[in-house]
């Protein structure tokens, strides 16, 4: 199975910092990732699709890149409703594996 | 309104079996892959299970691949999770979620577009 090793597990950043998550595979992938948002008590949801494509409705500071074994998550001008856990999940072959996931924090 | 929602989940003991279903309304069910995801207590996700249009391909995580499986019935708008053998560590909160597999040059991505709320398992003795 792939494994998807995510980082960091965890980060603080005031709003309007500029946010980097990393996820990198254990074999290649192309760009079949995409990238989540959970926040307690609810479903995920989603954000990124095809490593770079983003979802109807998820704002423009949120943003996808990377191909193979190195994929990154932006977000720019953090706001406080940024919150909450991002996780990566690779669908490139079965089974599919979810990354560690990296909870943030808006200070 | 795009919705889904599970049902089914409880208490039961090891060893003892559960059948989860979800169940959509807002958009036509057969035309979208159906996934399963769980989430332990205070843990990450992690994928279960996932089926295709008109059920033609199922796929399992490697920690439930003989003991649970996953079926659909178009008619009614639903999924299903058979879960046998349950163990204390398949505890979790279990979400379904569709996936439009979207194509883009030519190649097809999933995405989990639209969640339920989940169900949650309890596996205790």
């Known amino acids: 199975a792939i494994q998807m090793t995510q980082s960091p597990s965890s980060l603080s950043a005031s709003v309007g910092d500029t946010v980097t998550i990393t996820c990198r595979a254990s074999q290649g992938m192309r760009t079949d990732l995409g990238w989540y948002q959970q926040k307690p008590g609810t479903a995920p949801r989603l954000l990124i699709y095809?490593?770079?494509t983003l979802q109807s409705g998820v704002p423009s500071r949120f943003s996808g890149s990377g191909a193979v074994t190195q994929f990154t998550l932006t977000i720019t001008n953090l706001q406080p409703e940024d919150f909450g856990t991002y996780y990566c999940?690779?669908?490139?072959?079965?089974?599919?594996?979810f990354g560690q996931g990296t909870k943030v924090e808006v200070k | 309104e795009v919705t889904l929602v599970e049902s089914g989940g409880g208490l039961v003991k090891p060893g003892e079996s559960l059948r989860l279903s979800c169940t959509g309304s807002g958009f036509t069910f057969s035309q979208y892959n159906i996934n399963w995801v769980r989430q332990a207590p205070g843990k990450g996700l992690e994928w279960v299970s996932s089926i295709s249009r008109r059920g033609t391909y199922t796929f399992y995580a490697d920690s439930v691949k003989t003991r649970f499986s996953v079926s659909r019935d178009d008619a009614r708008n639903s999924a299903h999770l058979q879960m046998d053998g349950l163990r204390v560590e398949d505890t979790a909160i279990y979400y379904c979620?569709?996936?439009?597999?979207?194509?883009?040059?030519?190649?097809?991505?999933?995405?989990?577009?639209?969640w339920g709320q989940g169900a949650e398992v309890t596996v205790s003795s």
């Open positions: 979620a569709r996936d439009p597999e979207q194509c883009l040059d030519r190649i097809c991505y999933s995405s989990f577009d639209y």
């Open positions: 999940l690779q669908d490139y072959d079965y089974p599919w594996t």
């Open positions: 095809a490593a770079s």
